[in-house]
């Protein structure tokens, strides 16, 4: 199997605290993690690419100084949303790959308040 | 840019019936499409895929077709269950699923009732 879980499932906090996404494959390695936002409604959208070992690579527009991500071991990958603020409250998902297919985690609920 | 046009759920149905979930794509050269499945409480999971001009991906009972002409990747299935009822996402990448990100549509909501 492809295995992909996330934690915390749901997380509440303040404005301007920071809150950190755990990603991990389970039963397989991946040198390549995805993380997705999702707001109500609309599409999945790539926030960036996390290679391990490496920087990740974001995409036009997400601000990498906010959205700090590390993927410090060949099964974990994780996601900082620093000083978050109620715009930042959205839906996380993140995926790793495997050959040539993605597997998504369950995704993270982020509400700031 | 890539972009994915889905048709707006949520699409309601009976049992058994006859399922199109439309999908039209805008990309440069010949990217690879797919379709995902996200059922209540649970993650993405590949349903299809195909990478080529008139491939065909097909599983569990669901089949796409790749239409470079018409740019599309409907999702058929000839008889639904309840069991179908979930989100269905379109999207596309150009490198094979594997190293780029995807690019997806809004997603379609299937309701299937007995």
């Known amino acids: 199997g492809a295995v992909v879980s996330q934690h915390p499932s749901r997380v509440i906090c303040k404005s301007g605290t920071s809150v950190k996404i755990e990603c991990r494959s389970l039963?397989?390695?991946?040198?390549?993690m995805f993380w997705y936002r999702q707001f109500p409604k609309q599409s999945l959208m790539l926030m960036a690419t996390s290679n391990e070992g490496s920087k990740a690579t974001y995409e036009q527009g997400v601000e990498k100084d906010k959205f700090l991500i590390n993927h410090a071991s060949l099964t974990l990958s994780t996601l900082t949303v620093t000083s978050a603020h109620p715009e930042d409250s959205s839906f996380y998902i993140c995926?790793?790959?495997?050959?040539?297919?993605?597997?998504f985690g369950p995704g993270t609920r982020l509400l700031v308040l | 840019g890539d972009s994915v046009t889905q048709m707006e759920g949520p699409v309601t149905l009976s049992e058994e019936a006859f399922l199109t979930i439309n999908c039209t794509y805008t990309?440069?050269?010949?990217?690879?499409l797919f379709w995902y499945v996200q059922y209540p409480g649970e993650g993405l999971q590949l349903l299809l895929k195909a990478t080529k001009a008139d491939d065909k991906g097909s599983n569990k009972g669901f089949e796409a077709t790749y239409r470079k002409e018409t740019t599309s990747f409907h999702l058929e299935k000839g008889s639904v269950q309840v069991s179908d009822s979930a989100v269905y996402f379109c999207?596309?990448?150009?490198?094979?699923?594997?190293?780029?990100?995807?690019?997806f549509g809004k997603g379609t909501h299937l309701i299937i009732q007995p």
């Open positions: 990309a440069t050269g010949y990217p690879s």
């Open positions: 999207a596309l990448t150009h490198s094979g699923g594997g190293a780029d990100g995807l690019t």
């Open positions: 995926s790793a790959r495997k050959g040539e297919t993605q597997y």
């Open positions: 039963d397989f390695q991946a040198t390549t």
